[in-house]
């Protein structure tokens, strides 16, 4: 029986990278660490959360004694990293949060794995370290890093954190690092799910400057198939970049979930820019594709269309998470913009 700690499972990917292992691999049990931060929630694991190969734990990534206990308490062999600060807009009003959780959390699940000689480490990076491409071109996993938001310079520290235990220690490590997620329970500060929000609700969307920035999505089950492939697959010591060929401009994506919702193109509103605003990602994902057989299950209109549809059938849960901290989140991020 594999036995591995995956962190952060209570957010956007980790939760359905926990209902994917316990939906496909009946010979893997999984402990969830996760602080429950306003990114994190129980209810994204209905269903599973009492699922005989699972075990949730509250508690932070930076706690070195309480990660060391579930170690020894589960006898877990890998670790999974998700658990981050993970948007990019609240990385610039407020960095120091993912300073302690992104790189000291980070150092703290290093540091058990390596007192407690695990099998693997799997980082859980973003195609961000590599900073913002031009025109043309896509990033390798050759590509110097090069962060521009404090989002992607602590993810960029973490990589390096994760690199130098094991060319210090020989911990056996794997780096993901992966385009823009979309899918279910992504939380609506993120660019799909909130403009799904808005327009359900027959409010603004926020479109930051002319629109014309570049992601390359990538359906969050197909992210999930990937990175179960590097945790059982790859040889220690690798990265793999994972995108899914879909490249984007936000004002194409706003306008295709305005058409699927029925609503009208005037609710588009552009705003104030991001400050230094990446202007184009695109992944080359040929490494995943040969060494590992990996393959994206959906097309992106597929993709999207499954959204919709979740987000559609899942009012009560966008209702929750869009109650209390949330309205002040946004009046302080969008007001007067
Ligand atoms: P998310 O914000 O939805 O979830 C993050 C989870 O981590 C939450 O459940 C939160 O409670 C938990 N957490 C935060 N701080 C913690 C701490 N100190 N200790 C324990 N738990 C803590 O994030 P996501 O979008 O699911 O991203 C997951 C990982 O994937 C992150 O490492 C992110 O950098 C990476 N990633 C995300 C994307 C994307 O498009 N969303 C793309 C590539 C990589
Ligand atoms: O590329 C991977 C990264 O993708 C992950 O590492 C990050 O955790 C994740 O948040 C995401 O970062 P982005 O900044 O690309 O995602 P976000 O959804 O915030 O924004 C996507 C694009 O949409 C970006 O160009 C900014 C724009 N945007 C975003 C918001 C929230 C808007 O135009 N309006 C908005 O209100």
Known sequence: MRKILVTGAAGFIGSNFVRMVLSEHDDC???????????GNLGNLAGFLDHHNHKFVKGDICDGPLVEKIIDEHKIDSVVNFAAETHVDRSI???KVFIETNVTGTLTLLEAAR???LQRFVQLSTDEVYGSLGVEGKFT????LSPNSPYSASKAAADHLVKAFGHTWGLKWNITRCSNNYGEYQFPEKMIPLMINNALNDKELPVYGDGLNVR??????DHCTAIWKVLTEAEAGEIYNIGGCNE????EVVGLILERLGKPKSLIKHVTDRPGHDRRYAIDSSKIVEQLSWQPSVTFEEGINKTIDWYLQNQEWLRNVTSGEYKKYYDSMYSGR
Do not use: C, I, R, S
């Open 216 to 221: 390359d999505w990538v359906y969050v089950y």
């Open 115 to 117: 007192a407690k000689k």
């Open 248 to 251: 984007k401009t936000n004002l």
């Open 93 to 95: 009003t407020g960095p």
């Open 29 to 39: 049990f999984v402990v969830n660490l996760d602080k429950l931060t306003y990114a």
């Open 141 to 144: 996993e050759q590509t110097p």
